[in-house]
């Protein structure tokens, strides 16, 4: 099923031929450095260079026998080498290859995931930037609030973006290690110049000290990065999915000719794309926290981890790179109705500017609990008795005491509310050009 949400181009990545690449790319890159030291012949070099390859299938039918897929794969890269493949994996242990490879495809996947990310904050700004002064309802546990603007809303998300891209480049830095220090970490049988090397080659560091594995706290860390990711993702969505209800259309997600959104009741549009997003973070958490329990292993190597990251890896990856594609599609495409959020601000009847009543009287000299109480009570009867509540507050003789009529139309402008939109703005926009 998971087939369903691969792009083409984060899918291959983690295909198997992609996989046997990465480790022809590291044996090649050993031996290179061992000829260096004068221990492959440069005729045997040539010679590995110019054949080496490997048969999929060819190392799937001897995996099926060895139960080992490392030796299965040494095996039909040496049918094509011929006997000058004896020099290949030398003093090396699997997971020099297998661990160093997975870095350069995890590093591969993160940039990927960067490639998205950086098209998802320019689609954000855009709309930001758009609806910087589309006015629309703050709400605070799904109550009206006080007004903000939409562009304010999507602002917030893009500034969550930029550190997500921060927290992705970090990831980068700390996959991009390798290990070649034989089986237990300790280069018994290799010269610590050719994991330099190699690595060099590969566009890897070594890792200053490692086991038979590298340590699976980096792992994790990469892991979480894409947790995070998605979840924001999924918070994102899920504040569309909340004003599309029908109670609130303020905003819908794209919806397409030909689309249908139920079989039995026509007139649906379902958000059913931000719906799926929740869905699909739930399995990105859920990777994260596998990754995390990978990181106890017994002494210096067990593979208990090695099962859960043929799953997890590939899937948070691709999983990840699929929200991120459908949320720069939904977002650049979304469908905004101003008139109805203006609609929306008004149907709580001026209850949302108590505060700015409270505070006209608290600046007339009144203390702040007689006046909550004075403005309390004017907003409750306008809730329970489905009244006006600049009718109340106007017509009450307390609050009349102390403001005047125009100080009081002032307490209803929602001009205010824009006053300070373009600090926050610049704040967050000044340094991007």
């Known amino acids: 099923m998971i087939d369903r949400y691969t792009n083409p181009e984060m899918g291959s990545l983690w295909k198997d031929p992609n996989r046997y690449q990465a480790?022809?790319?590291?044996?090649?890159?050993?031996?290179?450095?061992?000829?260096?030291?004068?221990?492959?012949?440069?005729?045997?070099?040539?010679?590995?260079?110019?054949?080496?390859?490997?048969?999929?299938?060819?190392?799937?039918?001897?995996?099926?026998?060895?139960?080992?897929?490392?030796?299965?794969?040494?095996?039909?890269?040496?049918?094509?080498?011929?006997?000058?493949?004896?020099?290949?994996?030398?003093?090396?242990?699997?997971?020099?290859?297998?661990?160093?490879?997975?870095?350069?495809?995890?590093?591969?996947?993160?940039?990927?995931?960067?490639?998205?990310?950086?098209?998802?904050?320019?689609?954000?700004?855009?709309?930001?930037?758009?609806?910087?002064?589309?006015?629309?309802?703050?709400?605070?546990?799904?109550?009206?609030?006080?007004?903000?603007?939409?562009?304010?809303?999507?602002?917030?998300?893009?500034?969550?973006?930029?550190?997500?891209?921060?927290?992705?480049?970090?990831?980068?830095?700390?996959?991009?290690?390798?290990?070649?220090?034989?089986?237990?970490?300790?280069?018994?049988?290799?010269d610590p110049k050719v994991e330099v090397t190699a690595l060099k080659k590969l566009g890897l560091r070594p890792a200053p000290v490692s086991t038979q594995v590298l340590q699976r706290d980096r792992h994790a860390e990469v892991v979480g990065v894409l947790a995070l990711i998605a979840t924001s993702l999924e918070k994102f969505t899920l504040e569309i999915r909340h004003l599309q209800r029908s109670e609130v259309l303020e905003l819908e997600e794209p919806f397409t000719e030909g689309q249908k959104g139920s079989s039995s009741m026509p007139h649906k549009k379902n958000p059913v794309r931000c719906e799926r997003m929740a869905g699909l973070a739930r399995l990105v958490r859920g990777s994260a926290q596998v990754a995390l329990e990978n990181i106890p292993l017994w002494h210096e190597r067990d593979i208990s981890h090695s099962s859960a990251e043929r799953v997890i890896l590939p899937d948070a990856f691709i999983l990840t790179d699929y929200m991120l594609t459908e949320a720069v599609d939904i977002i650049g495409h979304w469908v905004v109705h101003k008139d109805r959020m203006r609609t929306n601000i008004e149907k709580t009847r001026g209850l949302i500017f108590s505060q700015r009543v409270l505070l006209a009287l608290t600046r007339k000299g009144m203390s702040r609990e007689d006046g909550y109480q004075l403005v309390q009570r004017n907003s409750l009867k306008a809730w329970n008795e489905h009244g006006d509540f600049r009718d109340l507050v106007s017509a009450d003789p307390d609050i009349a005491a102390k403001l005047s009529p125009a100080e009081l139309r002032a307490c209803f402008s929602l001009d205010p509310y824009l006053e300070k939109i373009d600090y926050i703005f610049e704040r967050v926009l000044s340094h991007e050009g």
């Open 23 to 190: 480790w022809l790319d590291v044996e090649i890159a050993v031996c290179e450095a061992w000829a260096k030291l004068g221990k492959i012949p440069a005729g045997a070099l040539k010679t590995i260079k110019a054949k080496a390859g490997f048969d999929a299938e060819r190392i799937d039918a001897i995996e099926k026998v060895v139960k080992h897929d490392i030796i299965a794969f040494l095996t039909s890269v040496n049918e094509k080498v011929g006997p000058d493949g004896r020099f290949i994996h030398m003093g090396l242990t699997s997971y020099d290859v297998v661990d160093t490879a997975l870095s350069m495809m995890m590093r591969q996947s993160l940039l990927l995931v960067r490639k998205r990310l950086l098209e998802l904050k320019k689609i954000l700004r855009r709309e930001a930037v758009k609806h910087k002064k589309t006015i629309c309802m703050g709400r605070t546990h799904g109550v009206h609030a006080e007004p903000v603007t939409f562009g304010f809303k999507v602002l917030v998300w893009y500034e969550e973006i930029k550190r997500h891209l921060e927290r992705l480049d970090r990831a980068v830095e700390t996959i991009s290690v390798g290990r070649i220090s034989g089986s237990v970490g300790t280069y018994i049988h290799l």
